[in-house]
Every structure is written in C-alpha cells, then in structure tokens.
DNA sequence: CAGTGAGCGAGCTTCCGCTTGACTT
C-alpha cells in the first residue's frame, strides 16, 4: 500500500496524476462534492446562526466509504482539489468525512498536470483556506433559501400544480427570455430608403467589371424619389481615394461559453450535446478539462501549439499570445480547453471529431499572427448633386490566424455590409452607372435568444457557472418557463426605386421577417411567474443580485466579512418579503382583460389557468356558470387579440344527440374531428367543422363504424387488444400503438390466443425496427 | 383528439455547483 493518498475531483485527472507521482502515492478522485445540505426544513438551522447539516448524499456513499479505507491506511492524505471555491470547500468536507484536521492536512493546487507542475504543487504545499471554504459555504447556504423559500410561494399561488421552481440563476435566466420576447411585441419596424449604386469599371487584368457604392438614407419614398431624379442625366467620378491598413486579432482560446456558444453557431449542437461531446473527449486524453471560465494557457501549451504553428505554416505565422479573463469572477482553476497534444488531428471518436477540429483551430489561431487588411475607400462625385456615394473594398495583404479559424458571428452583431474587392480607381476617373437603387429596408427587433447567446448574456452577467449552464437551460425548458422552437416568418412588401439607363422605375416586393430557427421562447408560465417574482422580489430577480453578493463572498474570503452575518443580512428583509407574500400576494393569474362578448355582455379575459392559458368569458359569482377555452399552443396570454379569442368559442360544438349520446365537433392536433361514444372520427377536409349539422354528422359515423367492423378481425376487451386487417396483412392493435404479426402466424391471425398476442407484443417492443431503416424510410 | 378552470388538503415537489456512470426507451 501506498504511503500518501491523493485526492483529486476528477477520477481522469486521477489516472494521469498517479502515473507522474509514481509508487509512493495512491490517486484517487472524489468526483466532485462529497457532501450536501440535508433537504429536510432547508438542512439550515435558521436560529442557530445557520448552522448548515450535511449529508452525504446516497450517491456518493460508495466514494466516501472506498475513499475512509485508503486513508486509514495511508500515512499521509494529500488534498489536490480544484484552486477555487468549490474546490477548496470540497477539501474541507473531505477533511470532516475522513476525519483529517482541517489546520495541518497538506492541500495543493496545480494548474496543468505536467510532471514539473505537480512536482513542484508537491514540494510546495499549503494548509486549507478556511475563508474561502466560508465563502463557499455562504454561496451554497444562500442559494439554498432562495431556492427553497421561493419555490414553495409558487406550489401556493400558482394554479398549475407541476412542479415549479425558481432560484437564483434559473429565475434570471427565464427573465432575460421573457424581457426579450416583449421587446420584440412592442417593436414597431421603421422603414427608411437607402441609396446604393454599381458601377463599372476595369479590372486589373483589364476585364470590364462591377462595383458597389453606397449612399444616403432617407425616411421618406418621396425624398429618396427626388434624389433619384437629382441624378438624371448624371456623370460620376472618383474624387477622392483613402487607402488605410487595419489588422485583426484572433480571439482567446475556448473556455465553456465560448465553446458552446461556437458550437452552436458553427456545428448547430446544442449546450448539452456540446458538454456531452467534450466530456467524451475530454476522458479520452484529447483536450484539456471542458468546465472553465480561463483563457489561460500553460507555458508548455503555448511551446506545443507555437511549435505546431512553426512546422505547418512557418514561423511568420506564429505570435504567441498570453490572454486575459474580462470576467473578474473567473475563478481560473483550470486552463482553457485546448488539444492536448497538437500533432493530433485525427481523433477515435467519431461522433467528436467535428468539436475536436473547432478547439483544434481556435487553439492553434489563439497563438498566432494579426490578419492584416488593406481598406480602401472611395468618395464618387455626382455631376448635378452635392451629394457623395462611397464605395469600400478590403483586401487581404496577410491572412494570419484567418489561415485556420474565423471567429461565427451572432445575429445582432451581423451588418449588412459586406465588403469586397474594389477594381484599381484613379482620381478624377469617369465611371459609368450602370444602375443606382432605393430599397425600402426596416429595422429590426434585437433577436430572440438561442441556447448559445443565453448562456453568453448570463456570462457577462457573471450569472451561473461553466458547470452549470447547460443544466440550467435543461432546467427551465423542463419546467415548462420556456421553449425551443421555430417560429415561420411573415411577408411583408418593401419599394424599391430604380434609376437605370437614365429612367427611374418604382416596383413593390416582397420579403420573408421575423422567421427565427431554433430559438428560446418564454411560455405563458414564464411570462406569468417572472412577473410574479419581479414584482415581490425584485431583489433577488434584479441582473446585478448575483455580482453584488459574489462580492461579499470576496470579501468573506479576504477574512473581511463573517459570514453569517452576511447571510443574515439577506435572509431578514427576504423571509419578510416570503411571508408577506404567501399571506397576502393572490393567485398568480397573469390575467388579461379583453373587452366584452357582445352576446352576452359579459368580460373576456385571457388568464392561466389550472391547465395552462385560457380564456375566459364570464366569472364564477355569475348565474350562468363562465365559458372557458384553452388557448392554442402558438397563442399566448400576452398577444391575443379579442377576434383570435372569441373564434376559440366556436369550437367545440354539440351537434345533438345520436344513439342516446352527444355529438361533438372540435379541431384536434390531426385536424377537425366528431367525437361520439368516445370515439372519434375525423372530418372529410371538404366538410367546415363549424357548419356541419347532425345529420351531416351521423353518415360518418355510421360508415367509419361499418369500416371498422369489416377491419375487424377479434377482439380482447380486458387487455384493450384488438387484431386487425391491414392492406399489407392483419397487425395488432394495443391502444393507440400498432405491432406486426410475424410473417409465418398471419394466416391462423383469427385463431390467436391471448397468449400468443401478448408475446408478439413484449417481442416488438422488445425488437423495435432498426433506427437506420426507419430513417431511410422517412427521407424517401 | 374528451373536459377540466373553485377550494379543501394528504403528500409530493424545490436550489446551485462539483463530478461521472448506471439506468431505461
């Protein structure tokens, strides 16, 4: 056995740790937190000064346990938790479990796992911080009252009985969607008419070619339409030319955010599917460790990726670079996710390549040369008018970093202008037009958030941690606060204005706006419980809450702050703020009036209800009960229109009685459809849902039961089983779910058993159909 | 693919951050 014990978070830093160490220490990894708050009444003794009970969770017992024997048995335990909060508080724990003393264990940090480096954490270690591991213990207290005071106000006031939540970082993160989304409502697009113009002019190789310059702006088609008509009859020349060098840089090399975030924009992988990737690569030995908030590379990162840059491109390409974090709250316990080694370019994971090549190239651009650029500029003259045109060109005189990696681009960062090569222009030189244009253009509304800019925006918020942003977006989409989905476009005409051969033409055209793909939408819930929190806890909702009490867990950390005198501060005036409001606040409706149904004189109101939005004519103290509908899974609270609502009341009709029972009609996810006797029959398209009659009705009935009948070949009424005829031969039936009959049994398909039927069940479910066939299938 | 939508009240849910497998469909 072993003399020292080591203890890291990570059982695959474990095994690369143990190699450099040698014999006289054993590695082994805790896998994160060892212990946690009670959950009964909080695991927080409120009138104790806080005190927090923990508990080692029942998942992390096997750990605990291996982990008690291989220390009893060492001489000496050796803590190498990550260097930050976390970390340092998890080596605490570690010292309470394994009943070291907290004062003389010896705890090192390192930042690379390279045998200098940890020789040397080795040679140089420390005892805890038990400030810092304060700090932690503020962090995880706090975020435990928020989380557990809050959520029960919702289970009280919130109508829909799923299980809610809110929290520090997750209620945030709904908020920044919702305030979005209503942005966008309120947006009203400003139409303007901007000038462009192409000209000819000739190559470098003498060939005739064109070139674009842009004008002016106006916000009227009449004042665009009178410039047109200054320049009839025109001459253009070059007046003035401006020839300037720019560069570029490439940016910093990944850290979580920033990978998801080009992961997303490059590959189209969500967050998780990001994570999960890296995690792969990452247990594998391919990159370095994928939840960290640094731009930092070790020194003999940079030798290794500067030495790559040498051999495949030259030495002119490479410049190595030191990066700093903007964010202050990087808590830098980690390098930036990086190859591990560079020569490698061709990994075994065939599903991770992709991810690979992406922190591949931004690693190796990290490290070298500025992109330069020539810009160019040109001022064009117009003979019967004041005004200038401008035409810019950019040429690459040194691509740099841009040989390997360009950085994807956000939409809102997106401009329209593009730039391209300019022919080479001479002072004084006459260009011809070849046509010059007005086009209506609109502004536009900031875009919707995607998983990716989400995690972005709660980054610069210093909002959540790398861990923790994936988990967090599943959060909120699971709780139904948000969705992820497309939204189509709508069309709209713009003008344009056109001044060609000495003529100006007018046409109308037409666009597609506002299409979205992939995108974070708020729900009704959403909307309904931020603005329930916002308007009782303004505090904790506020985007600076998070950066406020990360510095007082600083100063906790400096040994500047007691804290539970700072988690007392928060808790007084908050537990105030939830007991007022579980006591006095009502039911969150986030009602909505929306005028007066005409029929009955009665209000129409949109609201949540017990099973999500709806609308409501009426209210319960009148005589007549109120009429209810739920609204349509594109509709929200927020925008429907009084006519959208009304046209939910025409629906579902009672036709009348057949056979002693009602008839019914209604739009279903299918279409529209008859329900009778609790069944259901779908609607010939020529038929309107909301004229037909009963004795419309009634033929379709009857004829789909006759079908129904001669398709019938037995039935098992207790097991809800039915065996039926199918033009490629019988199958069987079991709910709403259809399962074959093997090919050599069809013939005796009448003679089966109840037995032999269940079998056939468990086995197809048992064998489903290849995933592959299935899919070859669908793209046919 | 129904209709439900008030309120009562068992017994349930919930946070953030650190780590991976062991599960099922």
Redesign the pocket.
Same mark, same amino acid.
């Given at each position: 056995m072993a003399k020292n014990l080591l203890i890291v978070? *990570?059982?695959?830093?474990a095994k690369t740790i143990e190699k450099i160490l040698g014999e006289d220490f054993e590695v082994k *990894?805790c896998?994160?937190?060892i212990r946690?708050?009670e959950?009964d009444e909080m695991g927080i003794d409120v009138k104790n000064n806080f005190r927090p009970r923990y508990i080692v969770p029942e998942?992390k017992e096997k750990v605990v346990k291996e982990l008690r024997q291989v220390a009893r048995k060492s001489d000496e335990v050796w803590l190498a938790t990550?260097e930050?909060?976390?970390?340092e508080a998890?080596s605490w724990h570690l010292c309470e479990v394994l009943g070291l003393d907290p004062v003389s264990t010896k705890r090192i940090v390192f930042h690379e796992i390279t045998k200098p480096a940890i020789q040397k954490a080795v040679k140089t270690p420390r005892t805890l911080d038990l400030n810092l591991v304060n700090a932690q213990q503020a962090?995880?207290i706090l975020?435990?009252i928020?989380?557990?005071e809050l959520?029960?106000v919702l289970?009280r006031k919130m *109508?829909m009985?799923n299980?809610?939540?809110?929290?520090?970082?997750?209620?945030v993160a709904v908020r920044i969607i919702a305030e979005r989304e209503r942005e966008i409502n309120a947006f009203t697009p400003v139409s303007s008419f901007k000038i462009d113009a192409v000209f000819t002019a000739l190559d470098l190789g003498g060939k005739s070619t064109t070139f674009k310059a842009e004008g002016g702006k106006y916000a009227e088609e009449k004042d665009a339409l009178s410039f047109l008509n200054s320049c009839l009859g025109a001459s253009y020349s070059v007046a003035d030319i401006q020839v300037k060098p720019a560069k570029r840089t490439p940016a910093a090399p990944f850290t979580t955010s920033t990978l998801q975030q080009e992961a997303g924009r490059k590959l189209g992988y969500s967050v998780s599917r990001t994570m999960l990737l890296a995690?792969k690569l990452?247990?594998a030995g391919h990159i370095t460790?994928m939840?960290t908030d640094s731009v930092n590379l070790s020194d003999t990162a940079v030798q290794d990726i500067t030495g790559q840059i040498s051999r495949d491109y030259g030495d002119r390409y490479s410049q190595p670079r030191r990066f700093r974090n903007k964010n202050e709250s990087a808590?830098e316990a980690h390098e930036a996710i990086r190859p591990t080694y560079m020569e490698r370019r061709q990994i075994d994971i065939a599903d991770g390549q992709r991810l690979y090549e992406l922190i591949w190239k931004r690693t190796m651009a990290s490290q070298m040369a500025d992109a330069e650029l020539e810009k160019t500029t040109a001022k064009i003259r117009i003979s019967t008018n004041k005004e200038l045109l401008s035409a810019q060109g950019e040429v690459l005189k040194f691509d740099g970093f841009l040989k390997v990696y360009m950085e994807g681009r956000d939409e809102e960062e997106e401009d329209e202008q593009q730039e391209g090569m300019l022919p080479p222009l001479s002072i004084g030189q006459d260009l011809p037009l070849k046509e010059m244009k007005a086009t209506e253009r609109y502004t536009r509304p900031a875009p919707r958030y995607t998983e990716a800019s989400l995690v972005k925006k709660l980054e610069e918020l210093g909002?959540?941690?790398?861990?923790?942003y994936a988990?967090?977006i599943s959060?909120i989409l699971k709780?139904g606060y948000v969705e992820k989905r497309d939204k189509e476009g709508v069309v709209r005409n713009y003008r344009i204005l056109k001044l060609s051969k000495d003529k100006i033409s007018t046409s109308t055209e037409t666009e597609n706006t506002g299409a979205e793909k992939s995108k974070l939408f708020p729900t009704d819930l959403g909307l309904v419980v931020t603005d329930f929190l916002i308007q009782h806890f303004d505090d904790v909702m506020d985007y600076g809450f998070t950066a406020r009490i990360e510095n007082e867990f600083d100063e906790i950390a400096s040994g500047k702050l007691e804290w539970n005198n700072m988690v007392g501060a928060f808790y007084r005036p908050f537990k105030e703020d939830v007991d007022n409001t579980m006591q006095t606040a009502e039911?969150i409706r986030g009602e909505r009036e929306l005028g007066i149904d005409p029929d009955s004189g009665k209000k129409v109101i949109a609201r949540m209800?017990?099973?999500?939005p709806?609308v409501q004519i009426g209210d319960?103290s009148d005589e007549e009960k109120p009429r209810?509908?739920?609204l349509k899974p594109d509709q929200s609270i927020e925008t429907i229109g009084f006519q959208e609502a009304m046209e939910l009341f025409r629906l579902?009709r009672q036709l009348g009685d057949f056979e002693d029972s009602p008839v019914?009609v209604?739009i279903?996810?299918?279409g529209p459809?008859i329900?009778h006797n609790k069944q259901?029959y *779908?609607l010939p398209k020529e038929l309107d849902p909301y004229a037909i009659t009963l004795e419309e009705a009634t033929p379709i009935i009857q004829e789909k039961r006759l079908a129904k009948e001669e398709r019938t070949i037995k039935i098992f009424e207790k097991e809800k089983i039915q065996v039926l005829k199918g033009p490629y031969g019988p199958y069987l039936k079991r709910g709403?779910r259809n399962f074959p009959i093997p090919k050599d049994q069809q013939e005796k398909a009448a003679e089966l058993s109840i037995e032999e039927v269940k079998k056939m069940i468990e086995d197809a479910i048992a064998n489903p159909p290849k995933k592959s066939a299935r899919k070859k299938k669908a793209t046919k």
């Open positions: 978070e *990570s059982p695959a830093k *990894s896998f994160g937190h946690d708050l959950k998942d990550d930050d909060r976390e970390g998890i962090r995880r975020d435990r928020v989380g557990f959520s029960p289970w *109508s009985k299980n809610l939540s809110a929290g520090r970082v997750q209620s995690q990452y247990e460790y939840r808590q909002i959540g941690r790398p861990s923790t988990p967090t959060t709780r039911r209800g017990r099973f999500g709806m319960v209810f509908a739920k579902p019914t209604n279903g996810r299918f459809y329900s259901f *779908s709403l």
